[in-house]
C-alpha cells in the first residue's frame, strides 16, 4: 500500500515520453525522430477516443493471460478497423491475385478461363508446384510479417500520443523493407535448421522469434539484433508464449473459414455468371481479417512481454 501511494503521488498527470523510450533498456540503436509529447496511460483497460479525439490507447498497461493477450488483437483492430485492414489489404490483395496467376496454367493456356474459377483468387496450397510454394507459404508468411511490422509502428505511435495515416506507415514499412526481409529470411533458416534437426525444432524456433516483427517495429536494431531480442523475450515465458501460438493460429483459421463461408456458399449456389466473384471477395475478407488479427495479436503479446520483463509500464508513467 505504501509503495502505491508513493507511485501515485510520482505518477504525472501527463508523463513525457518519446518513441524511442520503447528501445531495449541501455540500447545504443538510433531511435526513430518523434517529437516528444504528453502521454496518460491508465492501467486499467483501453481507453474510449471519438473520431477527433487523441490517438486510440487500447491495449491495457499491465500484465495478461493468455486470452486477453488475444483480446488484445482484436481491440487493436477495433480501435482503428479502416487503417488496420487497410494495411492488410495492401499486401493481401496483390498476393492472391499472384496466386491467381501462379495458376493459370490449370486452366488454358491463354489464362482465357481465370476468372470462371473461383478457387484460383484463393491462397494456393503447397501441393500446387514450386511457384505456387513460394506464393502460399513464403509469400504469405512474408506479408505476415510485414504487416506486424507495420502495426507495430502504428501501436507505437498511438503510446506517443500521435496518430499515423496508411501513407506514413507504409513510408516506414518501405524504408525498413530490406532489414524485414532479412530477419525474416534469418528466421526461417533457423527454423529449417531446427526441422532438419528434429521436427518440432521448426515449431520452438518459430515460438522463439515470433515478435521479431515488433522488435524491428518499435527499437530500430538490425535483423539479427531483432531475432536475439525476440529469443531474450520469449526466453522463461515459453508455455505462456507456446499456447498464444497455438491459439492465434486456431482462432486466425476459425476466422478465415466463418468469413469466408457465407460468400463461398452464395457464389456457388448462384447458376448464373458472377459466383465466382463472390467467393474470390470471401477468400479476401477471409485472409485480410485473420492477417491482421496475428500480426496485431502479436504486437500484443511483444508488450505483454515487455510489461512482465522490462516494467515498461511504469516506464510511461514515471517521468526520467
Same mark, same amino acid.
Given at each position: ?25 541501455? /540500447?545504443?540503436?538510433?531511435? $526513430? !525522430? *518523434?517529437?516528444? +509529447?504528453? %502521454?496518460?496511460?491508465? #492501467?486499467?483497460?483501453? @481507453? ?76 494456393? /496450397?503447397?501441393?500446387?508446384? $514450386? !511457384? *505456387?510454394?513460394? +506464393?502460399? %507459404?513464403?509469400?504469405? #508468411?512474408?506479408?505476415? @510479417? ?175
Amino acid at each position: 500500500d505504501g509503495a502505491a501511494r508513493c507511485l501515485d503521488r510520482a505518477r504525472p498527470r501527463g508523463a513525457t515520453v518519446t518513441d524511442g523510450e520503447w528501445a531495449t533498456p541501455g /540500447s545504443t540503436a538510433p531511435q $526513430p !525522430a *518523434a517529437a516528444q +509529447v504528453a %502521454v496518460s496511460v491508465s #492501467s486499467a483497460g483501453p @481507453t474510449p477516443t471519438s473520431g477527433d479525439g487523441p490517438p486510440p490507447r487500447p491495449l491495457p498497461m499491465r500484465p495478461q493471460s493468455t486470452l486477453e493477450v488475444l483480446d488484445s488483437g482484436f481491440a487493436i483492430i477495433r480501435a482503428r478497423p479502416g487503417l488496420v485492414l487497410g494495411l492488410a489489404a495492401v499486401f493481401m490483395v496483390p498476393l492472391s491475385l499472384v496466386s491467381a496467376w501462379v495458376r493459370r496454367d490449370e486452366t488454358g493456356r491463354d489464362g482465357s478461363e481465370l476468372f470462371d474459377d473461383p478457387q484460383l483468387f484463393a491462397i494456393v /496450397s503447397p501441393g500446387d508446384g $514450386p !511457384a *505456387a510454394f513460394l +506464393v502460399s %507459404v513464403l509469400g504469405r #508468411s512474408l506479408a505476415q @510479417t510485414v504487416v506486424a511490422f507495420a502495426i507495430g509502428r502504428l501501436v507505437a505511435a498511438w503510446y506517443a500520443d500521435r496518430e499515423a495515416d496508411l501513407t506514413e506507415i507504409l513510408g516506414w514499412v518501405l524504408r525498413r523493407l530490406p532489414v524485414i526481409a532479412t530477419a525474416w529470411l534469418l528466421a526461417h533458416l533457423l527454423q529449417a535448421a531446427g526441422l532438419v534437426v528434429f521436427v518440432v525444432g521448426a515449431l520452438i524456433v518459430a515460438m522463439f522469434t515470433v515478435v521479431v516483427a515488433p522488435v524491428l517495429a518499435v527499437e530500430q536494431v538490425g535483423p539479427i539484433a531483432a531475432l536475439r531480442r525476440s529469443f531474450r523475450l520469449v526466453s522463461g515465458r515459453f508455455v505462456p508464449v507456446a499456447v498464444f501460438f497455438v491459439g492465434s493460429g486456431v482462432l486466425a483459421e476459425f476466422l478465415g473459414v466463418i468469413l469466408g463461408l457465407l460468400p463461398t456458399l452464395l457464389g456457388y449456389l448462384l447458376t448464373i455468371g458472377g459466383g465466382w466473384l463472390l467467393v474470390a471477395v470471401g477468400n479476401v475478407i477471409a485472409g485480410i481479417v485473420s492477417t491482421s488479427f496475428l500480426a496485431a495479436a502479436t504486437v500484443a503479446l511483444y508488450l505483454d512481454l515487455r510489461v512482465r520483463r522490462e516494467g515498461i509500464d511504469l516506464q510511461l508513467l514515471i517521468p526520467d
